[in-house]
């Protein structure tokens, strides 16, 4: 049977050196290989893992130290896009509130001009790269997980009375 | 051996991320204020039951239960403002969004119909909306200074994974 005979404070100490080293490890991969660790393979295979290791563990220090860690796994794996894609409203704010342009014409001609002016085609691209859509007789059509993921993001849109771009 | 153990401490984070998505569905349905000023609120109002559960039994928890709770649920928090964004703002869903209700639309039509003139446009009256920006004629200034911490966090973790 599995036993931890440590103090409960050293387990907290073992999860925040979990969480530092899977940090720094991600940063180590991204800058020098780019290497992204937060692919959807990846952190269900640590999810699939963990569950076998807690349902024979019979230990709720770990079982409580193996959610938290498949939580901070997914926290990463959601707050990654948003550091690697530049988003259009943090655009604005940049362009605002550091390069103090001010101007609605000169705020669209900066924005349009900087890094997020190609974001629809670059977003384009993610959703192909990453089997989200596929070309199909001169067209796109999405996939049939794709159309599942949406079904379930228009419901949530539908229940919390969301309004969101475009469609 | 499982039944043992106090599992109503390894649900509870999972039990409060529920609350705080139904509260958040009430203050949608009953308030006039912002998805977002709803979505904060309902977060801290269940934060703040759950610290007042750990007070309450605070002599028959651990440091390391104590810990769990409000990490967990703090990860849950995260987890389910990133869906609810997800549904409003993605650009990446936006496009599949417009491929699901056109199926066999063309990149030129996508690019047409859904360019970067628009996405300015959307997020101007967005910030405007959500009182982050607002407007002084034809110009835009800063109204919460707070989203600056935003800012600085993300250009932080730029500079870390070296993105440009």
């Given amino acids: 049977m599995f036993n931890i005979n440590v ?38 295979s640590i999810i699939g893992i963990s569950v076998v290791v807690g349902f024979y ?44 342009i001010n101007n609605k014409k000169k705020l669209k001609k900066s924005f349009l001009k900087s890094r997020v002016g190609k974001a629809v085609e670059k977003r384009l691209e993610i959703n192909i790269s990453s089997n989200l859509i596929k070309f199909k007789k001169g067209g796109f059509v999405i996939t049939k997980n794709t159309e599942k993921m949406l079904i379930i993001f228009n419901l949530i849109k539908r229940v919390y009375r969301l309004k969101s771009d475009a469609y | 051996m499982l039944t043992k153990l106090p599992i109503y401490i390894i649900f509870l984070p999972f039990v409060s991320i529920f609350l705080s998505s139904i509260l958040f569905l009430f203050f949608q349905f009953f308030s006039n204020k912002k998805y977002l000023s709803n979505l904060i609120i309902s977060f801290f109002l269940i934060f703040l039951l759950i610290l007042i ?95 600056l911490l935003y800012l600085i966090f993300f250009s932080i973790l730029k500079k870390l994974f070296n993105i440009r």
């Fill in chain 1, 7 to 44: 103090c409960y404070m050293q387990v907290i100490l073992n999860f925040i050196v979990f969480f530092l080293i899977y940090f720094f490890l991600q940063i180590f991969l991204y800058r020098f290989f780019k290497i992204n660790l937060n692919k959807l393979f990846i952190v269900l």
């Fill in chain 1, 57 to 100: 563990s019979y230990s709720i220090e770990l079982l409580m130290n193996l959610i938290n860690i498949n939580l901070i796994i997914i926290c990463f794996w959601l707050l990654m896009p948003g550091i690697i894609n530049h988003g259009p409203a943090t655009e604005i704010i940049h362009l605002i509130a550091n390069k103090k």
């Fill in chain 2, 53 to 147: 559960i750990i007070y309450k039994f605070s002599q028959n928890l651990s440091e390391q239960q104590i810990f769990y709770l409000i990490f967990a649920y703090l990860c849950n928090s995260f987890i389910f403002m990133s869906l609810i964004q997800t549904s409003i703002s993605s650009l990446q869903l936006t496009i599949l969004r417009m491929i699901y209700s056109n199926p066999g639309i063309s990149r030129k039509k996508i690019i047409k119909k859904y360019n970067s003139n628009h996405i300015f446009e959307e997020r101007i009256k967005r910030l405007e909306a959500t009182n982050i920006i607002y407007r002084n004629k034809s110009s835009f200034f800063l109204k919460n200074k707070k989203i």
